[in-house]
Antibody
């Protein structure tokens, strides 16, 4: 059974860079059938897609975050990562990693999420 | 403000039928892109509920159904149960914004 698990610091200072990693277990990240994505949810609010990556390294980002986001993949470790620069309190959220089906573009498997708080 | 518009809340008594709407535009749902639905129980990650407008993943009860018409989509839940109390999100693809979610609807079972 494929599982995703987010990891990274739970507290980041304003203006610094948020870094998270998603580890995929029970299956290969190098499948041609899927992209891998990051979604976030501020406390008490809705879901926001951040960006997605293919195992080849091809990426797509939310235009509203594109200038601050970098998503990368490490197929040797079966992991993909998120970097969000110049964070502010508005970036405080639960960050989820998820598997995204190619062509139909839905998120069929999700990690449990990790809360990242931006505060000094 | 979300690209896809959902009612903030709906409610129903056990056994009743409720529907949740998801309204988009000509750049997403109206352009023919599929709509997907997720259920988020309190304190948990979202879970895929409906994909490709009307398809249920294995394990999702047939009490849940989806439909799409024009620039809108709907999620229907029949035979409402207490465990259905959750937040529900629609999601689609937008030609200018890529993957987009609705603002979410909180379902209360009375």
């Amino acid at each position: 059974q494929l599982q995703l698990q987010e990891s990274g610091p739970g507290l980041v200072k304003p203006s610094e860079t948020l870094s998270l990693t998603c580890t995929v277990s029970g299956g290969s990240i190098s499948s041609s059938s899927y992209y891998w994505g990051w979604i976030r949810q501020p406390p008490g609010k809705g879901l926001e897609w951040i960006g997605s990556i293919y195992y080849s390294g091809s990426t797509y980002y939310n235009p509203s975050l594109k200038s601050r986001v970098t998503i990368s993949v490490d197929t040797s470790k079966n992991q993909f990562s998120l970097k969000l620069s110049s964070v502010t309190a508005a970036d405080t959220a639960v960050y989820y990693c998820a598997r995204l089906t190619v062509t139909t573009w839905y998120f069929d498997l999700w990690g449990r999420g990790t809360l990242v708080t931006v505060s000094s | 403000q979300s690209v896809l518009t959902q009612p903030p809340s709906v409610s129903g008594a056990p056994g009743q039928r409720v529907t949740i709407s998801c309204t988009g535009s000509s750049s997403n749902i109206g352009a023919g892109y599929d709509v997907h639905w997720y259920q988020q129980l309190p304190g948990t990650a979202p879970k895929l509920l409906i994909y490709g407008n009307s398809n249920r993943p294995s394990g999702v009860p047939d009490r849940f159904s989806g439909s799409k018409s024009g620039t809108s989509a709907s999620l229907a839940i029949t035979g409402l149960q207490a465990e259905d109390e959750a937040d529900y999100y629609c999601q689609s693809y937008d030609s200018s914004l890529s993957k987009v979610f609705g603002g979410g609807t909180k379902l209360t079972v009375l």
